[in-house]
Structure formats: structure tokens, C-alpha cells
């Protein structure tokens, strides 16, 4: 930068001569009496310039008139200091000027001189990749595990950082290979971190420990699982890197948490080929799988669930403060919409807690009730008297009967969304005589009641069930439809008596009806869809959605109706 305009009066003109590499104009202008030791505003001298610039001539005409002529002795000058703090011979090597290094050190440059921000020759050489000014200056005898900047780290940190590889080989004969900065992060680490494999690779080889952790206890494998660098992973693997090794103080995080949560599906698969399963299930452990879900990496999901990782995991509420994976999904459905890691949960088998029930049912949104329907078929009405693992059906889970009651308690306990949720669960081949409970009857809203009763053989309710229709129609809370008053007709009892033999389940989620010797229309009406759905008119509750769970845990009663 040229400040001869703007500062004219401060900057010397044997200095403007050395920047510019003018040697015989410098000779001319020392002779006539001009001065080599005038700073200009940034404290440079003639022999910064000379330096800054790379003129060895310029260097050695200003080094022997400071000799001849300085107030200074002429070690001093060489050594004078810009107030940044920067000798000639950082600026030398700060600039790669090999000639004009040699020929400063010839004069009792100080190599280790530190500039106002703990920089110093070797440490700028290193930075701006100047391998044979390297090369001299720690031949010469430079100080190699210095800390620099405030961070603390050493050349061979910044040498890793900038991937400047020649001159890691350099230094890794000379440096401390385990030298620390002020978070314990090592030479190595940083390699790890910035994907500099070759650096690595030296690094290693050279006999750096691979399984060195920061104050934060990460390693190198973390940070490169983190990163998504595949390459340093894989040799990182190779040489010894514990996978299972815990990298964090708060819990029990391992590398492979870091790849699910960002997502970096190869390297995923090679730690989930590396990893001790008991992450997946034990105790005081952490599934990666609720990681991947709290960042939304369903790509993780999915990939650690094929790898047979446990929809379920292990119960993480003093860890993480939820349940399941699962839980953990939904909880974000009430401000986002349903996130793709839901359906694969639920498709996988992730078991469906009574607080996961209400995200589906205690909302007028009947997305989440009809993802989970996609992939958990209901069981056959003889499957609920005896709990045991049904296999899958068609690719579809079977719902748990802890799971059946679980949903069947959520659902009476949330009878003012039941226009919402009715439809669905009948379609889905839920038995209708299961809702036909005295709370559903009596707080029911007079379209939903009448929706249900179309399902039964209204006839025949109990006389406590009958009662209450009695009250509700005398205190006009219900208008029953005007067949409901009557018996029913013969063709509404031939399609309950079908539905009977075929269960629930095979009538309404199956083309089993299309297979029957019965006229085609008449598909319509055993399959129950002729009967026009209740409409939803309530105004969702005030409360968020979390509110009224965290009420439903604390305050419902289940309702035995199994």
C-alpha cells in the first residue's frame, strides 16, 4: 500500500525507495544524508520496506548504513518493531522472501520475536504455506511449540488448519505432536475437524494418539462423524479410534450421535458397523435414533432402523426429558407438521404410549390419528382377550392390546374431538361396541352419537346404555335420527352379521367386500359408507396442546372396556 500521498510528510524517502526495490536510488539517497531510522504512522522503517518488499539488495544497502551510521547498534535496528509489533524478519517470512530471511538472520534478526498478537516468523511462514522458509527457520533453531494467538495454538496446529501437508511432514519431526490449545484440542483433532486427510494421515503415522479428547472429552471421531468427512472416518477406524468411546460429560455421546444428528449417512453406516449395540437398549445409554429424530435427519432414521436399531430405544427422560423416539416425534407436531421420522417410527413397531395416543386424538387435525392407521392395523376383536404379539399383517404392525386400551381410555377421555376421530377409528376396523361406553354416550355431541349408534345394533344396548339415550333426548342434548327410533331393517342386521364373520378389520380396511357373491352395490353398504359423517364445530381448546396432555396424565381416569 503506497502512502506517499497521504502521509508524504511521515514515510521516508529511503523507505518509499525500498518498497518500491529501487537499490541504486536507496544508495543515492543514504549518501546524500537521508535517514534509514524514520518510522512512518505505522512505526515501518526503510528496512521494513525493504523487508515487506523481498529486495535483498534494498536489505543489505539499509542493514550496512545502520551499521555505519544508526544512533542504534545495528542488532537493535534489525530488530526495530512496527507498532504492530512486526520485525523485518516477519515480515520476511510473513511473505515467503527466502533471500531476504537469510540475509536478516546473517545479521542477528531475532527468529522468535513475538508481534503485538503472538505471532512470530515461523508461525506467519507456517500460515501463508512457505515450506523452505520453514524449512529455515527451524533449521536455524526457531521455537516449534510456542503458542500462538489466544488461542494457544502451535505451528504445527495452523500448519494442520491450513492443510499445508509439506510442512505438517516438516514439522512432526520437531513438534509436540500432542501439544494442546486452550480447549485441549490437538494437532490431530483439528485434522479430524477440517477434513484435512492427508494431514491425518501424517499426523497418525507419526505416532499421534487417535483417541485424545478435548476438554469437552470429543475426539477426533466425533468431530469428523460430525462434520460429515467420510474419508477421515474410515482411516481414523482403521487405526485404532475407539467408536465407543463416551464424548461428552453430560451423557453417554458416542460418534455415531454425531453422524445421526447431522444427517451423514455414510458415515452412519460405518459406525453403525463399528458401534457396541448396547447404545441402542442399555441402560444410561442414548439411541442415536433420538438424535436423528430431534434434528429431523429422517434419512438417519430410517438408515438406523433398517440397521435393526430399536423404534422404542431405551426410556430417556432424565437424560433427554421424553420417553421414546416416538414420543420425542410427536411432541413437535403441535407447532410443526408431522414429521416424516413419525411414520417411520410408527411403521417400524414403536409402541404407542397413552401420551402419544393424545397427539393423534386430542386435536380436530386428524393427520397424525391417520399416518398411525396407515401403519398399525387394530387386532381382530378375539385378539383382545389375550395379550400377545400379533405378527404383521400385509407389512403393517398390529396394535399391542396395551396399545388398544391405551387408545380406547385416550379417546373416551376426548369425546369432544370424537367427530374427528370416530370416522377414522371405525374405518380402520375398530369394533364399534367398544366405544359404546356411558361416558361416550352422555358427553357425546348429538351428530357423533347418532354416527356411532349407525355402527350397533341399536335395539339391543343395555338398559343402563338406554337410560341415558332416554335422558339425553328428554333434556334435548340428542336428536336421534328418525330410524334410530325404529327396529332395524333386516338389510342393516345382514351387514353387522357380515361384518361379524369377517371382523372389523378385514370389511373396512380390505377389498375382502369386492370378493363376496353379493350385487356390486352393495359394497358401499356393507362397508358402512353410506352413513354421512358427523361434522367437527367446536372451537379448539385455548390451551396448547401440550397443556392439555400434561392435564390428561394428571387428572383422566381409564375407562376399563376391554
Not at 524449512?135 to 488448519?161: I, N
Not at 492427508?198 to 472429552?217: K, M, P, R, Y
Not at 447404545?279 to 430431534?294: E, I, K, N, Q, T
Amino acid at each position: 500500500m503506497d502512502f506517499t500521498e497521504c502521509y508524504g510528510d511521515t514515510v521516508s524517502s529511503v523507505a518509499v525507495a525500498a518498497r518500491s526495490g529501487r537499490r541504486k536510488r536507496v544508495r543515492r539517497l543514504i549518501k546524500r544524508g537521508f535517514s534509514v531510522d524514520c518510522p512512518d504512522n505505522r512505526g515501518w522503517n526503510a528496512l521494513h520496506e525493504a523487508a515487506a518488499a523481498g529486495s535483498e539488495e534494498c536489505v543489505q544497502e539499509i542493514v550496512s548504513a545502520a551499521d555505519a551510521g544508526s544512533s542504534r547498534s545495528g542488532a537493535e535496528y534489525v530488530n526495530s518493531l512496527t507498532h504492530e509489533g512486526e520485525s523485518a524478519c516477519y515480515l520476511a517470512a510473513q511473505r515467503g522472501h527466502l533471500a531476504v530471511l537469510r540475509l536478516l538472520l546473517k545479521t542477528h534478526a531475532n527468529i522468535n520475536q513475538l508481534t503485538n498478537d503472538l505471532s512470530c516468523p515461523l508461525y506467519a511462514a507456517v500460515d501463508g504455506g512457505h515450506k523452505e522458509v520453514v524449512e529455515l527457520l527451524v533449521s536455524e533453531g526457531a521455537e516449534v511449540d510456542r503458542t500462538h494467538t489466544a488461542s494457544c495454538w502451535t505451528c504445527l496446529h495452523q500448519s494442520v488448519y491450513k492443510g499445508h501437508s509439506e510442512i505438517v511432514r516438516i514439522l512432526v519431526d520437531v513438534c509436540n505432536l500432542e501439544a494442546l490449545d486452550d480447549h485441549k484440542i490437538s494437532p490431530l483433532f483439528v485434522a479430524a475437524q477440517y477434513g484435512q486427510q492427508e494431514c491425518l494421515e501424517i499426523l497418525v503415522n507419526a505416532g499421534a494418539n487417535v483417541n485424545t479428547q478435548a476438554a469437552d472429552l470429543a475426539t477426533p471421531l466425533l468431530i469428523a462423524s460430525q462434520e460429515g468427512h467420510q474419508a477421515c472416518v474410515d482411516f481414523l477406524l482403521d487405526h485404532g479410534a475407539d467408536p465407543n468411546r463416551a464424548c461428552s460429560h453430560e451423557w453417554p455421546q458416542l460418534a455415531i450421535h454425531a453422524a445421526a444428528e447431522f444427517g451423514h449417512i455414510g458415515v452412519l453406516r460405518r459406525l453403525i458397523a463399528a458401534t457396541d449395540r448396547v447404545c441402542d437398549r442399555g441402560d444410561g445409554m442414548v439411541s442415536p435414533l433420538y438424535l436423528a429424530v430431534h434434528s429431523h435427519q429422517s434419512k438417519s432414521v430410517e438408515t438406523l432402523l433398517r440397521e435393526g436399531y430399536s423404534p422404542d430405544a431405551q426410556v430417556c427422560s432424565d437424560i433427554l426429558g421424553v420417553q421414546s423416539p416416538l414420543s420425542l416425534a410427536l411432541s413437535r407436531t403441535s407447532s410443526e407438521p408431522c414429521s416424516e421420522s413419525v411414520g417411520l417410527l410408527v411403521a417400524a413397531g414403536a409402541t404407542l404410549s397413552e401420551e402419544d395416543w393424545m397427539y393423534g386424538l386430542a386435536t380436530d387435525k386428524p393427520d397424525l390419528l391417520q399416518l398411525i392407521l396407515e401403519h398399525r392395523r387394530i387386532p381382530r376383536q378375539e385378539a383382545l382377550t389375550r395379550d400377545c404379539s400379533v405378527p404383521k399383517h400385509r407389512g403393517k404392525s398390529v396394535l399391542k392390546l396395551q396399545e388398544l386400551r391405551e387408545l380406547l381410555c385416550v379417546a373416551l377421555n376426548q369425546v369432544h374431538f370424537a367427530a374427528c376421530w370416530l370416522p377414522l377409528l371405525l374405518k380402520a376396523g375398530l369394533e364399534p361396541s367398544l366405544l359404546l361406553q356411558p361416558h361416550m354416550l352422555e358427553q357425546a355431541d348429538s351428530e357423533v352419537l347418532n354416527y356411532l349408534l349407525e355402527f350397533v345394533n341399536w335395539s339391543n344396548l343395555s338398559p343402563p346404555l338406554k337410560r341415558i339415550l332416554d335422558r339425553r333426548r328428554a333434556g334435548k342434548t340428542w336428536e336421534p335420527r328418525p330410524h334410530l327410533d325404529s327396529i332395524p331393517r333386516l338389510s342393516h342386521m345382514c351387514r353387522l352379521q357380515v361384518r361379524s364373520v369377517l371382523g372389523p378389520d378385514l370389511l373396512m380396511r380390505t377389498g375382502v367386500v369386492q370378493r363376496l357373491p353379493v350385487p356390486s352395490p352393495l359394497h358401499v353398504f356393507l362397508q358402512f359408507r353410506d352413513i354421512p359423517e358427523a361434522t367437527y364445530t367446536h372451537s379448539p381448546p385455548s390451551s396448547p396442546l401440550s397443556n392439555r396432555i400434561q392435564r390428561h396424565s394428571s387428572t383422566h381416569q381409564h375407562r376399563h372396556v376391554l
